[in-house]
């Protein structure tokens, strides 16, 4: 038995998922999500696997054959959530769990109506990292293991869902639409992302479409129109974009973020939307997380400096390609001074001030002062408050 990483009750000793296949019925009337996920495993086997979970309920576990998995929870740890063991038959090959999650699911804010801009529909997104996939699916819930998916996601029909994933259909239900979805590359489960409402969208370029709610995406779709020149951009920096599209999502008000880096599908706060294009640099700091960081990530979330410091550095790099190098200067200047302002608030011994943390018996966070924060607009204008994926992270430097 070997855990691999502080946040994860995964065992690389243990058979490990491949690909994920998820149905998920998304229920705004009771705030959550009545989940199927199929684990497809890298290769036939039996015994322990652990998963990670959070609030989830679990109903039914089954092998590939039909026969029922035995499996226990074991105790809420109040950081990792409960592990759920599975004792796998001899020769399984792929594994079903029946579950719902909690209202509270640390991954999944839910909006009332009057919180979005259109005050009609309610809204639903995700935010995974660092460790919050484990409250919307069961998964070996470390960036160390990647897997692809498949997802069906079944949503009252006014509304639509948006994956960081592919689109691969929609079928029409008795007043549901059930949106598909195909993930072909691996990720870690960190950058698993849903978010669902009433969306539109608009094409950018060939690759590159915004979506926003109704009221929103005129405005988005002038924002960001020169993405394809960042991506191309990019490209001349760091090689071909592996990701086929580079689609985004301009979220309501309460998105706590700048930006999240949910591969093919970056969500961003709609505070960009300053109507002059002065703010979209947090776009080129998004994109630059599909080299550094989705590509290729920390094992763990105690060396999560060599994601976000190379995500700085690249973003940095684009913008001069873009502006040039007086307002890299600039760039760095002002990186230099919030580094600075840092180190000095948490102190120049601060365990929370080191490149590599030691944080078993932490939460995790991933919002780091550089990409985050710098632009005040992000933070001052969240309206409603901390949000769930906010919640139980005490010792976020951000803040
Ligand atoms: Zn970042």
């Known amino acids: 038995m070997a855990l691999v990483d502080p946040h994860s009750y995964a065992d690389d000793a243990q058979p490990r998922t491949k690909h994920l296949r998820l149905h998920l019925a998304v229920d705004f009337e009771k705030k959550r999500i009545d989940g ?123 509304l639509s869902a948006v994956m960081s994933a592919g689109p691969s259909g929609v079928l029409k239900g008795k007043g549901t639409r059930t949106f598909l979805f195909d993930m072909p590359q691996a990720i870690p489960t960190y950058l698993l992302a849903l978010a669902v409402g009433e969306l539109e969208s608009r094409d950018l370029s060939p690759r590159a479409r915004v979506w926003a709610e109704p009221a929103t995406v005129e405005k988005a779709a002038w924002e960001f129109a020169g993405v394809e020149e960042m991506i191309v951009k990019a490209e001349g920096l760091f090689g071909p974009y592996d990701w086929d599209r580079y689609d985004m999502l301009v979220l309501p008000p309460s998105f706590p973020y700048g930006g999240m880096e949910n591969p093919r599908m970056t969500f961003l706060t709609p505070t960009l939307l300053a109507g002059d294009r002065s703010l979209v640099d947090v776009v080129a700091h998004e994109l630059a997380h599909s080299w550094t960081g989705n590509l290729v990530t920390n094992a763990t979330s105690e060396h999560f400096w060599l994601n ?56 995790p966070t991933t919002r780091s002062p550089p990409c985050r924060t710098r632009r005040g607009r992000v933070s001052s204008s969240s309206s409603s408050g901390r949000s769930g994926a906010l919640r139980g992270t005490p010792s976020s430097p951000t803040t």
């Open 36 to 158: 199927r996920a199929i684990l497809e495993l890298a290769s036939p086997a039996g015994g322990p696997m652990d998963l990670d979970t959070k609030g989830l309920t679990i109903v039914a576990v089954t092998a590939s054959g039909g026969g029922e998995v035995l499996f226990d929870l074991g105790p809420e740890d109040p950081i990792l959530g409960r592990r759920l063991r599975l004792k796998l038959p001899p020769g399984t090959t792929e594994v079903l769990l029946r579950y719902y999650t909690a209202q509270d699911a640390a991954a999944l804010q839910w909006l009332d109506p009057a919180q979005t801009e259109g005050k009609k529909h309610p809204y639903l997104f995700s935010q995974c990292q660092a460790i919050h996939a484990r409250s919307m699916v069961p998964c070996q819930d470390t960036a160390r293991f990647r897997v692809t998916y498949h997802a069906e996601v079944t949503v009252p029909e006014a």
């Open 308 to 363: 976000e410091g190379f995500t700085v550095w690249a973003e940095r790099r684009i913008l001069e390609a873009i502006h040039g190098e007086e307002a890299a200067t600039l760039g760095w200047a002002l990186g230099q001074k919030a580094l600075e302002d840092s180190i000095a608030r948490f102190g120049a011994d601060s365990p929370l001030t080191k490149l590599r943390t030691h944080l078993e018996g932490s939460t």
